[in-house]
């Protein structure tokens, strides 16, 4: 596929039908997923991820804001779409204009979208440890409460787990004081009468780490794009996930660079030697971290090519010495795979000091999404 932009992403939908059937898989029966497509589905492109789930039969998705809420409705995503994250009042009117579900952040925040003065749909924010939002689960009469602010449909109850990616033995047992807590919260309601609610806790590792809890809704993020956070994590669950993007640019400019030149801002990089410098098409503005600067790497003609002097907001500089022969034009591969070599978005990650969701999440809106066998 011949590429005319300068930075572009190749979305394989097959691998993210892959992703939903091998977490669909693990899940208990009647556990519905509820994918995150926040962040532009963690830079994924978030119409053409919404589309493709819902070709796939996904009914239900999360956001963290009510644009992006609206971005997925003006897509034609017409399933439950739950905001996890504060609507400020003066939008409140677009939570019902868009059939919107909103969480409510804490009993406060719960009679301010009462005032509004029609009837909107909420799913009820519980804290059980991450002290975020969400009222406290041990405030079980103010919680309660909230099924009596008569402009308020209440059909979903959750939290947020913390430390469900990590396997000490001190992660795992705070894990399950909150998995405790959000179900002694839910049998408490249900003693009370108060019923009718859907419920859900479970993030990506969640599920991948404890696969035998039974909720409705499973809100999985990061492992529906078949990536972990990082290179080193390990999950209970058998499952084989696989990437769904990968991310590429041109390159744009070859040249020699002698030795004792130096290149870029800062004279960041001197050659040791003389060398075969690339310029790329590709930048910080683009979603290429800064930290990647003298130590991130790239794949040209199947070779590992070092990122040299600093990464600039549209373009950076590759050592290609020993790419072999390449031209204007060539495609440069960040993540993704050229040849036989591979590079994983936890890579690119673990080389800018930081977790492969910062990094999906972070790529610019200018680099083109698009389907990767179109």
Known sequence: MRQTGRAWIELDFDNLGNNVRQLQRILPAGCKLMPAVKADAYGHGACLIGKALW???????????????????????TGRILILGYTSPCRFQDLEKYRLIQTVVDY????????????????VGVDTGMHRLGERSDSIEKIARLWKLQNLKITGVFSHLCASDGMTKEERKYTLRQINDFNGLVEELHKRGIGGFKTHLQGSYGVLNYPELSYDYAR??????????NPDDR??????????????????????????????????FTAQKEMKLGVVSIGYADGIPREL?????????????????????????LDISGAGKVSVEDDV??????????????????????????????????????NAVS
Request: net charge positive.
């Open 108 to 123: 406060a925040y719960a009679q301010e979208l009462n005032c509004y003065g029609s009837m909107l749909t909420v799913h």
């Open 220 to 229: 999985v993020g990061i492992a529906l794009y078949g990536v972990l956070s």
């Open 55 to 77: 070709n796939m039969g996904i009914r239900d998705f999360c956001v963290a804001s009510v644009d992006e809420a609206i971005e997925l409705r003006e897509c034609g995503i």
């Open 235 to 268: 999950t209970i669950a058998d499952v084989s996930l696989k990437p769904v993007m990968a991310l590429k640019a041109k390159l744009v400019c070859v040249k020699k660079l002698y030795a004792g030149e130096a290149a870029g801002y800062g004279l960041a």
């Open 333 to 370: 591969v960040f993540i993704g795979r050229s040849g036989g070599k591979e590079i994983s978005a936890e890579e690119m990650a673990h080389e800018a000091g930081t977790i492969s969701n910062d990094i999906l999440s972070g790529i610019g809106k200018r680099v083109i999404r698009k």
């Open 293 to 317: 600067s003298n130590r991130g790497h790239a794949l040209v003609n199947g070779k590992r090519a070092p990122i040299i002097g600093r990464v600039c907001m549209d373009q950076l500089m």
